[in-house]
């Protein structure tokens, strides 16, 4: 079994990523597993290429110091040539009414002017990533499954009208992760490309800035922190993040704790102390780019190899090759 899971170089790989993805990658993944940093994907909208390749590396460096066996991690543009001709086989597969009734899309291009021709189409790229490696298994939250029921479906007619290829995709929910949220403002969850970065622990900040970020997050005006998502989210979204970083419950936590204050400093210890190792490797890895860059390329000439055969099969049988 193959489960594929990719992140986005939208920005500087923030805290929630760690905590609800890229740490349980490195803890609880299979040997099959394999995870890409989908590059690719961060063109479908205004990007910087200079920044975004900068993102990428860095986003691999996280990849490997979080312990990610280096062999299961790739770069989706390493594969250019090899998901740009799949791409065109399933776009050769795929109906236009099937990517423009894809509700990230509507939702992403809704009444905007030059929307990217990438931004309807980048669904069918993601079937290619998916069906390259022969994944059987997604693990996508909501947002996503819309894109995998494409990548299955494109699967599916693909093998049925010119010969078995592909292996059909299942989405599978990702195991409960913390839901980290915005420190500045809990009502929205913490993201690499939130436009204000206050609210935001970047993997790489300096401790200092960390703590600042963490002692100016949004609280309520109740006398005592107590666990309540619902109604009180910012303090509930400490207790969170202290309860993934030290293995406590949120509502043990908030028992300990008797101010904002002491909470504050004690989820500030527990963030920098839990992301010091993942930085000082992190930092350890961009200083030393041959490194980097051996791992990345050893890691796509793999990821080519696993998909060539299936590449292959799918331009001969649909009369390319
Ligand atoms: N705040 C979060 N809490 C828990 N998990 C999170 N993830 C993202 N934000 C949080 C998880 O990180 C993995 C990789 O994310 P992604 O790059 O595929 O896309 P995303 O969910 O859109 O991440 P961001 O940081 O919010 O990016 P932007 O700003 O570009 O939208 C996923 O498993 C995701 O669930």
Redesign the pocket.
Known sequence: MVRL????P??HP?L??Y???VRRWAVEGGEDDLYFI?DLHAMTTTHNPGRLRARTNETLAVLIASGIPPEQVFVQSDLARELGALTWVLECTCSYGEAARMIQFKEKAGGQAGVRLSLLTYPVLMAADILLQGASEVPV?EDQSQHVELARALARRFNQTYGEVFTVPAAVL?PT?????DLADPSR??????RDSAGVVFLLDEPDLVRRKIRRAVTDGQAKPAYAPEDRPGVSNLLEILAACTGVSPVDAAAEYGTYGALKEAVADAVVGTLRPLRERTMELLGDPSELDRVRKAGSVRAAERGEHRLQSALRLIGAA
Do not use: D, Y
């Not at 992760?177 to 949220?181: D, K, M, N, P, S």
């Open positions: 899971s990719g992140i986005t939208s920005g923030q929630g990523n905590l609800g993805a989908a939250g990702p992760g913390a839901r980290v949220r969850k913490m993201s690499k490309s939130a």
